[in-house]
């Protein structure tokens, strides 16, 4: 991240801001995606942190530590997003799609649908943790800092969904090999 | 590699893989571009800034050394305030005399002149303080406040006045309202309410219910949409009512289902600008004709048309019967009179934000 930019942006220059959001805006809407698992909330978590960073960024104190700055603000609109989540969307459903989501030929279609399935049961504080650090590749120290919480606490986090991530898998792949046998 | 590695690796590839690569959606940059200019950087405060970043950057003994300075300013400062207070009255000094704690509005405590700043818009439903919708219940009503909708494809920001008991509802970028909140025996939501869109053009449905019959022509005016509207098969429509909301002016229809919408299912009857099937709840709910009816104001905002949607009927909806509410030919009484409150609450782009 250039530190001009995000000077010029911090002294209200709105081109420099737009061209912040060109640079990270792609990623945290990626993430926001991955955190929240729904691509209206992910938007919206999106556009909540970015004029969140543009109101804010006169008082980030070191223009070098922009990119780990918004990170924290994407996690806090993505909280807020999903304390709203429970309302239902009703009356809606989106004609026009972003695409189809890419094949991936690196794991299987059985075990991504397996960790599909499990990662969507975790609480959002949960993948949150994991996004961060098996996602975008934050240590816990950084993963810490983004989520405002006690550093023992995103490694308990972590713990604790890998634990459940692995037993899901485990159990869905004793089911299958007891269904395959029967 | 070990068991635990190749875990991690197929998270990872799960992770990296999960919905492909995704960019920031237009909707999302254009709502950020539209918002920039008229959102105010918050500025620490000069002083205390400075102040702040001359410890950030000194080493730690001249961190201390400034951290002492600033101690003892302030006990200097405190002592002679209490100095002041507490003496008698000596030789060019003025009596201070405590002055009596009252309330007093906050309007009213600033007497030095000062510019007139220029109003700034409320704040958007989303960044709207919340409360309990009711004693006990969940968090997420929105504080009676002037509020603001936000949607980058409308003509320009709306504004409302939200009473107790209302919440934000948003299902889309370009598709927001609020509803009134249903109770306990409706946690899930009440679908009674407001809601605003804006029409794409061109993407009005000839027949809600059969998408094969196209898009209708000439839907880009008021009355070219309420023409669209009127002739929908297994729709009733009113006749047109001349309205004007914030002075723009427009049309009201009333639809209901007729006979025929008997079958209907997944209708859509026009489609946002950012992409979004507006269905014909509660008219068809759950692919069932229902003997409710919704007031649609079409509205001309700058050549743009602008539309809010009302559930403007006194009973149950289709929604908490969907959660066992019993038929209740008054249930929404009382929230039809705030309603119309919001309703002339409203206030869209350029115009004046008081009421």
């Known amino acids: ?182 | 590699m070990n068991r635990d590695d190749d875990f991690i690796g197929r998270l990872e590839d799960y992770l990296e893989s999960f919905d492909g690569p995704t960019p920031l959606p237009d909707r999302v940059r254009y709502a950020i571009r539209a918002d920039v200019p008229r959102t105010r950087q918050v500025r620490p405060a000069r002083g205390m800034g400075r102040m702040l970043d001359m410890m950030s950057r000194a080493s730690a003994p001249a961190r201390w050394g400034l951290a002492a300075a600033v101690v003892v300013v302030a006990v200097v400062l405190g002592a002679a305030v209490i100095n002041n207070g507490g003496a008698s009255p000596g030789v060019g000094s003025a009596p201070i005399t405590a002055a009596p704690i009252t309330a007093a509005p906050t309007t009213a405590a600033s007497p030095s002149p000062s510019p007139t700043p220029t109003p700034a818009l409320p704040l958007s439903l989303s960044d709207a303080p919340l409360q309990a919708c009711y004693p006990g219940g969940g968090v997420d009503c929105l504080e009676p406040g002037t509020y603001r909708l936000t949607s980058s494809t409308w003509p320009g920001p709306i504004t409302l006045d939200v009473p107790a008991g209302w919440f934000q509802w948003r299902p889309a970028a370009d598709f927001e309202g609020v509803l009134v909140d249903g109770g306990p025996a409706a946690p899930t939501e009440s679908g009674w309410g407001l809601m605003v869109a804006a029409v794409a053009d061109g993407a009005v449905s000839i027949d809600p219910c059969d998408p094969t019959k196209g898009l209708a022509d000439r839907t880009s005016s008021v009355d070219g949409l309420v023409a669209a509207m009127s002739s929908w098969p297994g729709f009733q429509a009113t006749a047109p009512t001349p309205i004007t909301v914030d002075g723009f002016s427009g049309q009201m229809i009333e639809l209901t289902a007729a006979p025929s919408a008997r079958g209907c299912s997944n209708p859509v009857l026009w489609t946002t600008p950012g992409g979004w099937a507006v269905d014909a709840y509660p008219i068809i709910a759950d692919s069932k004709a229902t003997a409710h009816r919704v007031q649609f104001r079409i509205l001309d905002v700058d050549g743009s048309l602008l539309v809010i949607r009302t559930t403007d009927f006194p009973e149950t909806s289709p929604t908490e019967a969907a959660q066992g509410i019993g038929p209740d030919p008054t249930r929404h009484a009382a929230d039809q009179v705030e309603l119309h409150q919001i309703l002339d609450s409203i206030r869209v782009t350029g115009a004046p934000l008081q009421p």
């Open chain 1, 1 to 182: 991240m250039e530190r001009k930019l995000v000077e010029r942006a911090m002294h209200g220059d709105e081109a420099a801001f737009d061209a912040l959001v060109e640079r990270v805006g792609g990623q945290l809407h990626s993430v926001a995606r991955r955190i929240l698992r729904d691509p209206y909330l992910a938007e919206d978590a999106t556009q909540r942190a970015l004029l969140d960073a543009w109101r804010n960024l006169p008082h980030l104190r070191d223009p070098d530590r922009f990119e780990a700055w918004a990170y924290r603000l994407l996690v806090n609109a993505c909280n807020a997003e999903a304390r709203r989540e429970r309302r239902h969307r009703g009356n809606l459903r989106l004609l026009t799609f972003d695409g189809p989501a890419v094949p991936d030929h690196s794991i299987g279609l059985a075990t991504r649908q397996q960790l599909d399935h499990a990662f969507r049961r975790l609480g959002v504080e949960h993948r949150t943790v994991v996004v961060l650090v098996h996602y975008v590749g934050l240590s816990p120290a950084e993963a810490a800092a983004a989520m405002g919480t006690p550093i023992g606490t995103v490694r308990s986090r972590l713990h604790y969904a890998l634990k459940y991530l692995r037993e899901a898998l485990e159990a869905d792949a004793r089911l299958e090999r007891n269904t395959g046998t029967a």
